[in-house]
């Protein structure tokens, strides 16, 4: 997991400083009518860090990765990102990604490396696993880190947020 987790490091800090160049202006601004802005979509990441750090800690404590779902645009919604400044955001986003990441070093190999049966992956995942293969916490953490990079990339204009991610899938 070291891969991972230095991999993850890099994003975050290396994004971090990228989303901080974009203007208020034009992290309130959305694409499209029906599209999230930046500032929104660096919302989604908060709100899937907040889902996934639970995750992620209950993994440890109990027998199973059957997780509940969120409703991503309901959460968007009610907390009106574009309505907060930019850079506390952005700050928000990078500590509590960081907090992930020392999360993530110190799992023991062993629950990471345990297959679950029991999951919801096939449904709360970024790239699902089928209900009948069994899934892992180590999946899990990785495909967190996917979906980070895919977003950062939508915000950034960037595949992946200009950081290789070929050991995250």
């Keep these: ?87 506390q955001l952005v700050a928000l986003w990078r500590l509590y990604n960081l907090h992930l990441a020392h999360v993530i070093a110190h799992a023991p190999e062993e629950k990471l490396k345990r297959e679950h049966r029991l999951h919801t992956l096939h449904r709360i995942a970024f790239e699902l696993v089928e209900k009948e293969q069994p899934a892992t916490l180590e999946y899990l953490m990785r495909d967190y880190v996917v979906h980070l990079k895919h977003h950062l990339g939508q915000i950034l204009g960037e595949d992946h947020a200009g950081v290789d991610s070929s050991d995250a899938a």
């Design 1 to 87: 997991m070291n891969d991972l987790v230095e991999d993850f490091r890099r994003t975050v800090e290396y994004a971090a400083a990228r989303l901080l160049a974009i203007t208020e202006a034009d992290a309130a601004a959305r694409p499209a009518p029906t599209a999230w802005s930046a500032k929104e979509t660096l919302g989604h990441l908060i709100d899937s860090a907040t889902n996934n750090h639970r995750r992620f800690v209950l993994a440890q404590l109990k027998d199973d990765l059957d997780f509940e779902g969120y409703a991503q645009e309901g959460w968007v919604g009610v907390q009106r990102y574009n309505d907060e400044p930019w850079p």
